[in-house]
């Protein structure tokens, strides 16, 4: 999954000088602790992947942008931006007073330098991609172009030029992205690439907060870094990200006031905190899961197959019965939290989706009879019979995905007569490595955005993309996103875009599941303000805590 983010801001001409600076209004100080899921699967923002990642790498890294309390970017690590009057020439000028967590400055080639790396072969970030709205960055990572042909300049210490292909109502949000932060070139060097950002003493970084201890599937504590620029706004003194897999583990450690804030995951958990007297809160539906398939697989690799398998479980049954809470079935890829044409102003990309094509694109409750329709013209094409094919289903090892994966297992015998599906069981870190090298058949999977744009959904699924790790593609496709990058007129581009999800739906690389409404609650008593839950966000760098 990705990260999440924020709302795309409008770029103008002139200089920007709001910068990401915020005021705390109550007691700063204290130790806040909250939860992670899992063992990070890399906390280097070249190689990270996982929201769990990307969460507690934004408390140590701070990029050109950072959002603010509205979940709009706002100059950061840069202290103002010119755009030019075609927006697509960005001048950054860097804070001057911005220090390492080594005490050298932060500059110019510190970004230059971070961004050579992520478009480095070598490096295999799968975000990569997220630097191709930079002028020839996709050329220089496919070797056609020299580095010095990309469209990163430094001009002096602290200014620096990028040069954008198209303008992006996005590129804002890009430039806030944790794959573009900045890394201090003779730290990793000395160091080296294999040891960089694996233990404390391999981290030199630029934001809020410093990394002081990180106790393997135990504990990552982080402490308020005083020589960070605007050190004055950050509250707590000290966070603790406890990794605690367990959903009822963590649930009790809540309860019992060990961590101060939780993601409830069903609605068995969501009743335990409301029994408890605590308040429940729910995010809107902008995160979307799904079965990958490995389409290089000898069964998978039939495109009938797989609409039999997409029609042939019901997702509401599958939120009614395994969730139990605020999740959704999801009836297209783009999720209804994300804006559409209009923006925020307007009917989200989903809904103006639905609208034009009279209803939902993939049935909420399955379609039993074309699922099997599908599976037996799959049968005829492959050769072989129901009984003969055989599919697994890689998930993580907690309760919660082993009965998500049951589900659809048993769906698939009832409604298919797929009688040889069996599941694999792993832990969440083992399931992305199989994906990565293509040693799975199906794997649960999920995507939040990095971005609020219905692109940051749609352009994973192009052909070789580095979060597409289904071995599909489609030319026709990757044009429709090539033309929707370069498309000026908004209304254009969403018609591409509505395009893309036309094909996902009559290719099935991925079999979607339901949009995730995710529930929380944090400790109220203790938690008093900050801006901590906004429309894409959860953070507690400016909260106040109780004395």
């Not at 990270?48 to 990029?63: G, K, Q, R």
């Not at 970004?111 to 050329?139: G, K, T």
């Not at 699922?371 to 993580?396: H, K, N, R, V």
């Not at 790790?469 to 969403?494: H, I, K, N, P």
């Amino acid at each position: 999954t990705g990260s999440g983010s924020s709302t795309p801001s409008t770029t103008d001409s002139s200089t920007t000088d709001d910068s990401a600076e915020a005021e705390n209004t109550g007691a700063t100080g204290g130790e806040l602790n909250l939860r992670s899921t899992m063992e990070p699967t890399s906390l280097n923002t070249l190689l990270a992947t996982y929201a769990y990642d990307f969460t507690p790498i934004s408390a140590m890294v701070e990029c050109l942008y950072r959002d603010d309390e509205t979940d709009t970017p706002q100059p950061a690590a840069a202290e103002s931006v010119d755009i030019s009057d075609d927006n697509l020439v960005y001048t950054f000028h860097l804070r001057e007073d911005a220090v390492w967590s080594n005490g050298d400055p932060v500059v110019a080639t510190d970004f230059e330098f971070a961004w050579q790396q992520a478009l480095n072969p070598a490096v295999a970030s799968n975000y990569a991609y997220m630097l191709f709205f930079i002028h020839n960055a996709e050329a220089y990572l496919e070797g056609e172009v020299e580095w010095t042909d990309v469209g990163v300049k430094v001009i002096d210490e602290y200014t620096l030029e990028v040069t954008l292909d198209n303008p992006l109502p996005y590129a804002t949000d890009l430039f806030a992205f944790y794959t573009l932060a900045p890394i201090n070139q003779s730290f990793y060097e000395e160091v080296g690439a294999d040891l960089y950002a694996t233990d404390p003493e391999y981290f030199c970084t630029n934001g809020m907060y410093n990394l002081t201890e990180w106790n393997h599937n135990s504990d990552i504590v982080f402490e308020k870094n005083p020589n960070y620029w605007n050190a004055d706004a950050v509250g707590p003194d000290k966070i603790t990200y406890k990794i605690i897999t367990d959903d009822q583990a963590a649930l009790n450690s809540y309860l019992s006031k060990e961590i101060d804030y939780n993601e409830l995951d069903t609605g068995e958990t969501v009743q335990q905190v409301e029994n408890a007297g605590l308040e429940v809160g729910v995010k809107p539906a902008r995160s979307t899961f799904y079965v990958m398939c490995n389409t290089a697989n000898e069964y998978l690799s039939n495109v009938n197959l797989r609409k039999a398998l997409a029609l042939g479980y019901d997702k509401q049954a599958l939120v009614d019965t395994v969730f139990q809470n605020d999740n959704q079935p999801a009836t297209s890829f783009v999720p209804p939290a994300i804006y559409g044409a209009a923006g925020a102003d307007g009917p989200t990309f989903q809904e103006a989706y639905l609208e034009q094509h009279g209803g939902e694109l993939w049935p909420a409750t399955g379609d039993t009879e074309q699922a099997m329709q599908y599976l037996e013209t799959a049968l005829s094409e492959l050769g072989c019979t129901a009984a003969d094919i055989t599919l697994s289903i890689d998930c993580g090892d907690n309760a919660q995905s082993q009965s998500y994966a049951a589900f659809l297992q048993e769906q698939w015998r009832v409604n298919l007569g797929l009688e040889n599906i069996t599941i694999n069981p792993m832990q969440t870190k083992q399931v992305s490595a199989n994906r990565n090298s293509g040693d799975y058949c199906m794997s649960l999977a999920g995507w939040s955005p990095d971005y609020n744009d219905p692109m940051t959904f749609l352009d994973m699924w192009v052909t070789g993309g580095g979060n597409n790790q289904t071995g599909w593609g489609s030319e026709e496709y990757d044009s429709l996103v090539a033309q929707a990058t370069a498309e000026a007129d908004v209304d254009a581009r969403q018609e591409l875009l509505y395009q893309c999800e036309d094909i996902l739906a009559d290719q099935c690389p991925i079999l979607l599941t339901y949009w995730e409404c995710q529930n929380y609650s944090y400790d109220t008593e203790k938690i008093l303000d900050g801006q901590i839950i906004t429309a894409n966000q959860t953070n507690f760098w400016y909260a106040s805590l109780a004395e």
